[in-house]
């Protein structure tokens, strides 16, 4: 399976680069590609590095104006000529999307590929990966607007929470 992964770039503490390695090493053990913004820093860094030291494949896209923090020896590295193509290029290439840790980049993706979804431009299982309750006042959000009539499908049809990289990939699995 190819996985899509959006996630931070900063140097961020154990409470998230712990998580981050376990889950780059499922990925890699169960024969799984990551597809990632293809950094070579941060956040991104140690769940590639986890990734490829378990045997998994390195599938990397960057953006023109990041190209010098990409990472050198991905399996493969596509360019995209801006965040917009990147996140079409990162959805095209995935099979499922998990979103970890991140700012506001990582939201505005985890945004669109919701908001694709919401509209059925693709049917493909996201996944909030919740380390550390990072993202406890997101899914309160989207149950408050799931209850008040804002979401025109169940919460449940449009993206799964899991508490660890385990969790989410199981899911993965059932859904894929």
Do not use: C
Not at 22 to 38: A, D, M, N, P, T
Not at 123 to 139: C, H, I, Q, R, W
Request: glycine share 12%; no cysteine.
């Amino acid at each position: 399976m190819n996985i899509g992964v959006f996630l931070s770039a900063a140097d961020l503490g154990e409470q998230y680069t712990v998580p981050a390695k376990e889950f780059g090493r499922l990925i890699g053990e169960g024969g799984h590609s990551l597809v990632w913004g293809g950094s070579e820093s941060g956040l991104m860094k140690v769940v590639a590095d986890a990734v490829q030291a378990s045997g998994g494949r390195l599938v990397g896209v960057s953006v023109e104006f990041l190209q010098g923090v990409a990472r050198t020896d991905a399996d493969e590295m596509i360019v995209a000529r801006d965040l917009a193509h990147r996140k079409a290029e990162l959805l095209l290439r995935s099979d499922a999307i998990v979103v970890m840790v991140g700012g506001t980049g990582t939201l505005d993706e985890a945004t669109e590929i919701l908001e694709l979804k919401k509209h059925g431009m693709h049917t493909k299982p996201v996944v909030v990966l919740n380390s550390a309750g990072f993202y406890d006042g997101l899914e309160q959000q989207f149950r408050r607007m799931e209850s008040e009539g804002f979401l025109p499908l169940p919460l449940a049809d449009l993206v799964h929470f899991a508490d660890d990289g385990a969790a989410a990939l199981a899911y993965l699995q059932e859904q894929v």
